[in-house]
């Protein structure tokens, strides 16, 4: 496979170059050419799909653009209503001619003539679409779509005082990490305090959320809108039985390791109680790591330590960087969290995220730009919907780049020590991240089951299954009233529900291929590259098997994974 960052914009063979979305009038006419035109052969039904991809990906790639110039400024008003515009006058009339072309498509008598192979998960997907689209949704839909942008609102509004100065609680964080222990607590507490102030807003908000969301499950004919949501996201390959085996496995293969790392953190900052700000603290005397300054300078380290790994994951970045595809600094009045954004039609994605110069900033970019990498891949594939890889894919992605880049991380920290302790932190987090993926993917199976809960009952459940999966060698006595409502915190709840557990499954295919880079470097990114080039065109255990990995997530396979983190981490 020739690899080549030079991306290029979709050449337009159905829509006009100078073409641009300006209301629903603009769109109708395209998609009226596609419902109405006759199609006579293979030939003509091949190149029929090749001009609705062509205008899925104009579409696609101008509602991106919307969110993320949304998320970069959230109190900006006209940014907001464009968005808000689209959801609500453009969406709405696009979904029932979708399902329309989804029909027309099926109903084709050359569709049966195509490939099997190269078709396969596309047609998989056209069906699942027409199996859960209900006309009376679409409003609900549109609904949704702009209620979920109101977590970012609210929380891009969220500051801490620490010494005088305003930090925004992404910035403030870093302050968990100061030898200084009171100061810890101290910024602990206001960013706790200050999530509460919102906690009336952010229960409303869910509420809303909510109530839409049960409404659409019942519209379908479905109990509730997780066994929705699981059609909706393409979930053919696992089902809920899956998921809560992961979370039993998670309590007994990797919570005993969460609490020997606790412990040793315990005895290593010489405390009689671990309380939750010393988790990320570092004994008096060693200085947080602070491996970059600025976005600016995040970005030409990420590009070395990509290019000492493979010359064009680099290239990716910095290509990116040339079309001005990075936001990556955080700010009053940005949205929190971070992502990477495919943009169909230009094929040059775009990296968010809110950086303050910590080794989880460092490990946000890697992340990120592993799924950067992935978007350059696959943007040569033949149809916009090849490219709609499986998220579980997509996150191991992200989640390998985390790990194979470590090798090259001296970018970050030329010192020798500083450099141990970032590989070390960074393989206590792969372990103690399972805890909380486990926590908020079983929250959500509780919500969805049990839709007409109060938000007592909410806090309650939250709180009872946040235990389940919290260290006794962790001290968070006295903090229940922050506790209750810490899933405020997780943007994924709000924004992208039941996306949560592909972490976890991720996760295990990253130590996989983690595994393989081990033994073979070059061979462990091959396969890499192999499987992300797929794209969406196979299934989710045949991308996994390209990868030379199999796709399980039973117990065994978890005990075996982390036993292997574990043993490398005692190696450092």
């Known amino acids: 496979m020739t690899l080549n960052a030079a991306i290029k914009k979709i050449e337009r063979r159905f829509l006009p170059e100078t073409f641009t979305i300006q209301n629903w009038d603009s769109l109708a006419p395209w998609f009226r050419n596609l419902e109405e035109r006759e199609i006579h052969s293979a030939a003509e039904l091949e190149k029929w799909l090749k001009d609705a991809s062509e205008l899925e990906a104009v579409i696609s790639e101008d509602v991106c653009w919307r969110q993320i110039r949304m998320t970069c400024d959230t109190e900006n008003k006209a940014l907001e209503e464009s ?85 925004t609680l992404q910035q403030a964080a870093k302050f968990l990490e100061d030898p200084d222990r009171q100061l810890r607590e101290s910024v602990y507490r206001k960013i706790s305090e200050r999530r509460l102030q919102d906690k009336e ?105 990509f290019r000492q790994l493979k010359p064009f994951f680099g290239d990716c970045l910095e290509k990116m960087q040339e079309m001005g595809r990075l936001d990556l600094e955080s700010r009053k009045g940005k949205a929190p969290g971070g992502y990477n954004c495919p943009l169909a039609e230009t094929g040059a994605p775009f990296i968010f995220m809110n ?61 020798a020590e500083e450099l141990k302790r970032a590989k070390e932190q960074q393989l206590e987090r792969v372990i103690t991240i399972f805890p909380w993926i486990a926590t908020i993917d079983k929250f959500q199976h509780w919500v969805y089951e049990h839709p007409a809960h109060t938000e007592t009952e909410r806090a309650d459940k939250w709180l009872e299954i946040l235990n389940e999966f919290s260290s006794p060698e962790v001290d968070f006595s ?87 983190v574990k043993n490398e981490l005692d190696r450092l």
């Open 83 to 167: 968005f808000n515009f689209f959801m609500m006058e453009i969406q709405p009339k696009i979904q029932p001619y979708s399902d329309i072309l989804n029909r027309k498509l099926l109903d084709n008598p050359f569709t049966a003539a195509l490939d099997k192979e190269k078709y396969f998960t596309y047609l998989r997907t056209v069906r699942k679409n027409i199996d859960i689209f209900r006309e009376e949704n679409v409003t609900i839909q549109a609904e949704l779509n702009v209620l979920q942008q109101q977590f970012g609102m609210i929380s891009g509004k969220m500051t801490v005082v620490v010494d005088g100065r305003e930090y």
């Open 201 to 305: 807003a952010l229960n409303s908000l869910f509420e809303k959320l909510l109530e839409k969301r049960q409404q659409l499950a019942l519209n379908t004919g479905l109990a509730n809108y997780r066994d929705y949501r699981f059609l909706e996201l393409g979930r053919f390959d696992y089902g809920k039985e899956d998921c809560y085996q992961f979370h039993e496995a998670v309590k007994q293969h990797v919570m005993p390791l969460v609490n020997q790392l606790y412990r040793a953190k315990k005895e290593k900052l010489g405390l009689d109680s671990l309380r939750p700000w010393d988790i990320d603290a570092e004994p008096a005397g060693i200085k947080p790591l602070r491996p970059f300054s600025t976005g600016t300078e995040l970005t030409e380290k990420t590009i070395r330590c």
């Open 355 to 415: 950086a303050a110069g910590t080794l989880d900033d460092v490990t946000t970019m890697v992340h990120e730009g592993g799924h950067a990498v992935h978007s350059f891949l696959s943007h040569e594939l033949e149809l916009n919907g090849f490219k709609e890889y499986p998220t579980e894919i997509a996150e191991v992605a992200s989640m390998s780049m985390e790990l194979f880049s470590m090798d090259h991380w001296q970018v970050f920290f030329p010192d």
């Open 478 to 564: 006295g903090l229940d009233a922050y506790r209750r409502h810490a899933w405020h915190r997780q943007l994924h709840l709000f924004e992208v529900p039941f996306y949560y557990i592909e972490y976890g499954i991720a996760q295990l295919g990253a130590i996989g291929l983690w595994k393989q880079y081990h033994q073979n470097p070059e061979a462990a990114v091959r396969n890499y590259i192999n499987a992300l080039a797929l794209g969406g065109t196979r299934t989710l255990p045949d991308l996994f098997k390209a990868a030379g990995l199999q796709f399980d997530f039973s117990p065994e396979t978890i005990k075996g994974l982390m036993e292997f």
